[in-house]
């Protein structure tokens, strides 16, 4: 009696797995146009397969069978893409679901002060918060005095290893150097950092972009220190950056100055070094805009919190400390074409432009300015679907992050839904229908009603 039990049991079991459906878990995305992060040209009527945050496949539909019991969305007429990543961002936890509405299912954080960026990360990674992924290189390391709060001030060449190691041992993802980082400090820095196989990402103002490159820096951010690499004697530019505002106002009036020839050879020689550059054309465009009153009505600015002390509202701080006036506005306006110049030669010497925007700044809004990025990208040269490869797959190799930045079998589902297409129009990327992110989908609707309570 005992065994025919067992045997009925065991008859059982075996007949609910066999009722089990094969795409229980599964979402099947149907007929949107694929633009999947690899540089080519769209992929018109796709099905991607997504289960457990995976793609496990994409193909064409009718191509291959979708399981019983997979949950399908048709998606005719939208285009979809992967997971846009801001290269250049400092993360505050406000932001987080902001960077989700706007499609930005990746950021690479910069500057977060202590311990912030850390923690913001080890929250996203274990679900607590709903928000993009997250890499960080913590505090930055900087001469003395530092610029930024929280950035650990080194002064020499142990105190600059020791900073690496903390780094190493707190679960960085890469070390960033910062603008008091003389070329004395700068070496120890990259050796130690590559005895520890971590990537060394710099914004400059010691230092000038090609002595940073070829010695190790693998990351140039906001186009710092070219101009000064461009100039026959880069001294003052050095000199200036020993108070930041007076460095950065040095270096954004001086582009203007540059003739075609010189940005040129500059961008050629940077290219040959393999360096990966981070324009951050918005926050420059910003820099040569902030005495346009239509900035406070730019895409995004609704969903900034009023606080008055909040970074992207905050700009008479800015104008303050900048010491900017109608002289300095003009000067930056007449850089802007340079700017552009330098990124499409760079890029057309075979350079790796990567998107980002230095957001939250003044008028530079989390998740939105991203979008302003790839309209100015294009604008300087690119085409649409290069300036969503510099959103996605160029950032994720940047990052070592093999996982993400693409639309394929074995990648993570981070992809946004579209209602237009891009490449025919690139401000398309911010008509946003879904995000999906670790193969969960939002609406960026219901994310604004959340924050909004």
């Not at 929250?123 to 960080?136: I, K």
């Not at 520890?196 to 693998?218: F, P, Q, T």
């Not at 981070?414 to 969960?440: C, F, H, K, Q, Y």
């Amino acid at each position: 009696m005992r065994l025919r039990r067992w045997a009925t049991l065991w008859c059982a079991l075996l007949a609910a797995g066999a009722c089990t459906s094969p795409g229980k878990g599964m979402v099947a995305l149907e007929g949107a146009t694929l633009i999947d992060g690899a540089g080519g040209p769209p992929k018109p009527d796709a099905l991607i397969l997504v289960k457990d945050g995976v793609i496990r496949a994409v193909a064409q539909v009718n191509e291959i069978k979708i399981p019983r019991g997979a949950e399908r969305i048709s998606l005719v007429g939208k285009t979809i893409i992967p997971g846009l990543i801001d290269a250049h961002t400092t993360v505050e936890r406000w932001a987080l679901p902001r960077y989700l509405a706007w499609g930005v299912t990746t950021v690479r954080d910069m500057n977060a002060p202590g311990d912030t960026g850390y923690a913001i990360k080890k929250d996203l990674d274990l679900g607590s918060v709903a928000g993009p992924r997250m890499f960080t290189g913590g505090p930055p390391i900087d001469g003395m005095a530092a610029t930024l709060p929280g950035a650990s001030a080194v002064a020499g060449d142990e105190e600059a290893r020791q900073a690496v190691d903390q780094r190493a041992v707190s679960g960085a993802d890469y070390v960033t150097i910062y603008t008091k980082i003389t070329p004395e400090l700068l070496r120890p820095i990259v050796d130690e950092a590559a005895t520890l196989r971590l990537r060394v990402v710099a914004r400059l103002g010691k230092v000038d972009a090609l002595a940073a490159a070829r010695a190790g820096v693998i990351s140039l951010e906001q186009l710092s220190g070219v101009v000064a690499a461009a100039a026959s004697d880069p001294t003052p530019f050095f000199r200036a950056n020993d108070i930041y505002f007076a460095g950065l106002t040095m270096e954004e009036a001086s582009w203007g100055a540059l003739d075609s020839a010189t940005v040129a050879r500059v961008a050629r020689a940077l290219a040959a070094t393999h360096v990966t550059i981070v324009p951050t054309l918005v926050a420059h465009d910003t820099y040569a805009r902030l005495d346009d009153p239509a900035l406070a009505q730019r895409p995004g600015m609704t969903d900034v919190p009023t606080d008055s002390t909040n970074r992207v509202r905050t700009v008479s701080t800015l104008l303050q400390r900048g010491g900017w006036r109608t002289a300095e506005f003009a000067a930056f306006r007449r850089g802007r074409g340079r700017q552009d110049q330098f990124v499409r030669e760079f890029k057309a010497a075979g350079g790796v432009i990567l998107a980002g925007t230095d957001a939250p700044n003044p008028f530079l809004v989390p998740g939105a300015s991203l979008h302003e990025e790839l309209v100015l990208l294009v604008a300087a040269g690119f085409t649409p679907i290069e300036a969503i490869t510099a959103a996605t797959r160029h950032t994720a190799q940047a990052l070592g992050a093999d996982s993400i930045g693409m639309l394929a079998p074995g990648k993570m589902a981070d992809l946004v839904v579209l209602n237009r297409n891009p490449a025919e129009d690139i401000t398309a990327t911010r008509d946003i229908a879904w995000v999906m992110v670790r193969g969960r989908l939002f609406q960026p609707d219901s994310l604004r009603a959340e924050w909004a309570k």
